[in-house]
T-cell receptor
Framework: GNSVTQMEGPVTLSEEAFLTINCTYT??????LFWYVQYPGEGLQLLLK?????DKGSNKGFEATYRKETTSFHLEKGSVQVSDSAVYFC????????????FGSGTKLNVKP | DTGVSQDPRHKITKRGQNVTFRCDPI?????LYWYRQTLGQGPEFLTY????????KSRLLSDRFSAERPKGSFSTLEIQRTEQGDSAMYLC???????????FGAGTRLSVL
């Protein structure tokens, strides 16, 4: 079946630190992979995506590379800001099943000034 | 494009009462999804509509739950005889079709007392 596992939080970093949030997946086909971000009181927003192996998604300084050999899609940012504090969700979509989404449990990021 | 809208944002009800939530997707998005998110977890798939047809229902959707999308536009999710275990955030998402990501609303938070 399909599933997503991501590192547990919370992750607490100082401003300008390097961020990595690990995400691994299990899939029966060839899914698309996503990172969504959820700010307090708001809905999930797409942060970045990758649709096939070796694709790199990037947005707002965040990056993630679709690694089929390690079934991973780790999120990275070189220098975090206080405004990056949020909950980050890794997800995959089953393209053979109406793009049904499977989410990880989320990782809360706290960035301190 | 006004985004996915959900109403109400918060609902407090007593155990045994019926509740109904509404979702207005982005106009012309033919795909609509409902998810449930409990504290500290990622969203879990409940059901999917393509236009007005409900094509998939999760085992999480017991007989007390029913969803409709009568004209292929807005959707409603009804929970009958609510139980304390139904307390969660109910998220709606829409998508224009294959290959696109899902756009999420801010959710309806249900508290069953």
């Amino acid at each position: 079946g399909n599933s997503v596992t991501q590192m547990e939080g919370p992750v607490t970093l100082s401003e300008e630190a390097f961020l990595t949030i690990n995400c691994t997946y299990t899939a029966t086909g060839y899914p698309s992979l996503f990172w969504y971000v959820q700010y307090p009181g708001e809905g999930l927003q797409l942060l970045l995506k990758a649709t096939k192996a070796d694709d790199k998604g990037s947005n707002k300084g965040f990056e993630a590379t679709y690694r089929k050999e390690t079934t991973s899609f780790h999120l990275e940012k070189g220098s975090v800001q206080v405004s990056d504090s949020a909950v980050y969700f890794c997800a995959l979509s089953d393209k053979d099943n109406f793009n049904k989404f499977y989410f990880g449990s989320g990782t809360k990021l706290n960035v301190k000034p | 494009d006004t985004g996915v809208s959900q109403d109400p944002r918060h609902k407090i009800t007593k155990r045994g009462q019926n509740v109904t939530f509404r979702c207005d997707p982005i106009s012309e998005h033919n795909r609509l999804y409902w998810y449930r998110q409990t504290l500290g977890q990622g969203p879990e798939f409940l059901t999917y509509f393509q236009n007005e047809a409900q094509l998939e229902k999760s085992r999480l959707l017991s007989d007390r739950f029913s969803a409709e999308r009568p004209k292929g536009s807005f959707s409603t999710l009804e929970i009958q005889r609510t139980e304390q275990g139904d307390s969660a955030m109910y998220l709606c998402a829409s998508s224009p079709g294959v290959g696109s990501h899902q756009y999420f609303g801010a959710g309806t938070r249900l508290s069953v007392l």
